[in-house]
T-cell receptor
Framework: NAGVTQTPKFQVLKTGQSMTLQCAQD?????MSWYRQDPGMGLRLIHY???????DQGEVPNGYNVSRSTTEDFPLRLLSAAPSQTSVYFC???????????FGPGTRLTVL | GENVEQHPSTLSVQEGDSAVIKCTYS??????FPWYKQELGKRPQLIID?????GEKKDQRIAVTLNKTAKHFSLHITETQPEDSAVYFC?????????FGTGTSLTVIP
């Protein structure tokens, strides 16, 4: 099993550009989530999904969209990148929310 | 919304000593409390978790205690080793959302 994979590992964007961060898992996990990690602020939940076709907002959803068309994939879209979105982004998955979450390796995003 | 506070933000201990990290939460509906370890440049990894119907859980040198009345939970690491040096995050689950503390940077001095 590859576990949770994320692409790209690094990305530099200009303000106003859009992009999609990819996340995939091969463990048949129902629960998937996206976090951003900023220095001194821990991990903050952006969006999450409890199964294919179901998504919901987390703590900091503004400026991000998600979709969950399959169990395996949970892409995160930045609609119009802003410098405030410079961060490290982690995707995670678990059998359910009430279980261990497995994190991907992260994507380091810089918005200029 | 839910708020998880974590203390201390930094902790230095001598090898072999114990380390304790404390977290408080605000929502009485929180029902699952995991702890994650994150080494520099790596992804967070679960080290121990506890559910709301349990007061204490131990796994070798690591233990977690939960006081639901006071709304706080703590991570205890005994006989610390240099490889325990990392950032530790507490979290709680409220509904289907995880809320994380701001992290504790633990340094174990050989």
């Amino acid at each position: 099993n590859a576990g949770v994979t994320q692409t790209p590992k690094f990305q530099v964007l200009k303000t106003g550009q859009s992009m999609t961060l990819q996340c995939a898992q091969d463990m048949n996990h129902e629960y998937m989530s996206w976090y951003r990690q900023d220095p001194g602020m821990g991990l903050r939940l952006i969006h999450y999904s409890v199964g294919a076709g179901i998504t919901d907002q987390g703590e900091v959803p503004n400026g991000y969209n998600v979709s969950r068309s399959t169990t395996e994939d949970f892409p995160l879209r930045l609609l119009s990148a802003a410098p405030s979105q410079t961060s490290v982004y982690f995707c995670a998955s678990g059998v359910g929310s009430y279980n261990e979450q497995f994190f991907g390796p992260g994507t380091r995003l810089t918005v200029l | 919304g839910e708020n998880v506070e974590q203390h201390p933000s930094t902790l230095s201990v001598q090898e072999g000593d114990s380390a304790v990290i404390k977290c408080t939460y605000s929502d009485s509906a929180s029902n699952y409390f995991p702890w994650y370890k994150q080494e520099l440049g790596k992804r967070p990894q679960l080290i121990i978790d506890i559910r709301s119907n349990v007061g204490e859980k131990k796994d070798q040198r690591i233990a977690v205690t939960l006081n639901k009345t006071a709304k706080h939970f703590s991570l205890h690491i005994t006989e610390t080793q240099p490889e325990d040096s990392a950032v530790y995050f507490c979290a709680d689950l409220t509904g289907n959302q995880f809320y994380f503390g701001t992290g504790t940077s633990l340094t174990v001095i050989p």
